[in-house]
C-alpha cells in the first residue's frame, strides 16, 4: 500500500512538473511574433525608405498598441493591419509593441 501511495506522489509530482515546464514564457515569444511584421515594415521594424510601409522600430509602445488597437477595433481603415491584428491577443499585441519599441 506504501508503495502504491509513493509511486502516485511521485507520478503527480512528475505530472505538475511537465506542465509547470509548459507554462513557462518563451523568452523569444516577443521577437518571434514581430518577426511576422517583416514582410511589409522590414526586419525588426526598420522599413526600407521608400518602400510606404511605416518603421516601427524605436516608436513609443503605447503609440503603437493604439495603433494596433485601433486596426483590431475598426477605428484606423486599413488594407490588411485590420484582419492581422485581430489575429493576436491583447497580450501578444503588447509583446509585439514592447519589442519594437525596444528597437533602435
Given at each position: 500500500m506504501k508503495l502504491?501511495?509513493?509511486?502516485?506522489?511521485?507520478?503527480?509530482?512528475?505530472?505538475?512538473?511537465?506542465?509547470?515546464?509548459?507554462?513557462?514564457?518563451?523568452?523569444?515569444?516577443?521577437?518571434?511574433?514581430?518577426?511576422?511584421?517583416?514582410?511589409?515594415?522590414?526586419?525588426?521594424?526598420k522599413a526600407v525608405p521608400g518602400s510606404g510601409s511605416e518603421a516601427l522600430a524605436g516608436v513609443e509602445k503605447d503609440k503603437l498598441l493604439q495603433k494596433l488597437r485601433d486596426f483590431?477595433?475598426?477605428?484606423?481603415?486599413?488594407?490588411i493591419m485590420h484582419q492581422i491584428s485581430r489575429g493576436y491577443t491583447e497580450a501578444q499585441l503588447e509583446l509585439v509593441a514592447a519589442y519594437f519599441a525596444a528597437q533602435k
Open positions: 502504491l501511495r509513493w509511486t502516485t506522489v511521485l507520478c503527480l509530482l512528475g505530472v505538475v512538473g511537465v506542465a509547470q515546464a509548459g507554462n513557462k514564457a518563451d523568452p523569444n515569444l516577443a521577437r518571434n511574433l514581430a518577426a511576422t511584421c517583416a514582410n511589409c515594415h522590414g526586419t525588426d521594424g483590431r477595433s475598426g477605428a484606423k481603415p486599413a488594407t
